[in-house]
Every structure is written in C-alpha cells, then in structure tokens.
C-alpha cells in the first residue's frame, strides 16, 4: 500500500531550521516525483519545492529561494526539505505529495495534479 508519512514539524524561533522528512513506502521514488506543499490556516495551499524522479529536476517557490533544500535519500526512501531561515509566515502544515504519471518532471503551481498525498505536519515559527 502507498503511502507518504512527513515528519520533522514543531516550533521554531524565526532564524531558525528545521529538515522536515516525507518517508514514501510502497513505491520507488526513482518512479515518482514528489512535491512539497504547505497551507496555512486561511490560505490557499502554496506549492514550496518539488524534485522529478531522477533526482536532477528541482523547483522552488520564489518565497522559499535560496532559504529551502529539497534533497532525496533512494535508500531511505525519504525526501527532505532542509528549511533554515525560517519566518513567520513559513507557519502552516506542510504536506509532501507524490506523481507517479509524469515523474520526470515535477510542479508546484496549487493545483498541481499529485496522485497520492501524506497528513501533514505542522511548522510553526514564532518567538
């Protein structure tokens, strides 16, 4: 059975880093591209990062440059997304997501057509 577990949420002072983890079980994520997403309460869910099925192809959402690292582990089976500077208005659940039809490529517009999505885990920047 697929499935998409992220981990790695909490609280953190603005500054500060957190490596949020999305463990995929039941697939290979050399057959999937995987994505990033958060929402905030109030907001529409915001695309933040996504990495294709080689591992070659990254995105990133303009808000996140240069503060945001996806990163994959094949033998874990895990994606990463290694978060530092983190502000204020980086509070939401982020949720990963992956894409099996068309993994060589990968997107972060809102209504991006990922196939399997985890539960989500809270980040909260506050002093």
């Known amino acids: 059975q697929l499935q998409l577990v992220e981990s790695g949420g909490g609280l953190v002072q603005p500054g500060g880093s957190l490596r949020l983890s999305c463990a995929a079980s039941g697939l290979a994520l050399e057959e999937f591209a995987i994505g990033w997403f958060r929402q905030a309460p109030g907001k529409e869910r915001e695309g933040v990062s996504c990495?294709?099925?080689?591992?070659?192809?990254?995105r990133y959402a303009d808000s996140v440059k240069g503060r945001f690292t996806i990163s994959r582990d094949i033998a874990e089976n895990t994606v990463y997304l290694q978060m530092n500077s983190l502000k204020p208005e980086d509070t939401a659940v982020y949720y990963c997501a992956a894409d099996g039809l068309g993994p060589s490529v990968c997107g972060i517009t809102p209504n991006y057509d990922y196939d399997y999505w985890g539960q989500g885990t809270q980040v909260t920047v506050s002093s």
């Open positions: 990495i294709n099925n080689s591992g070659g192809g990254t």
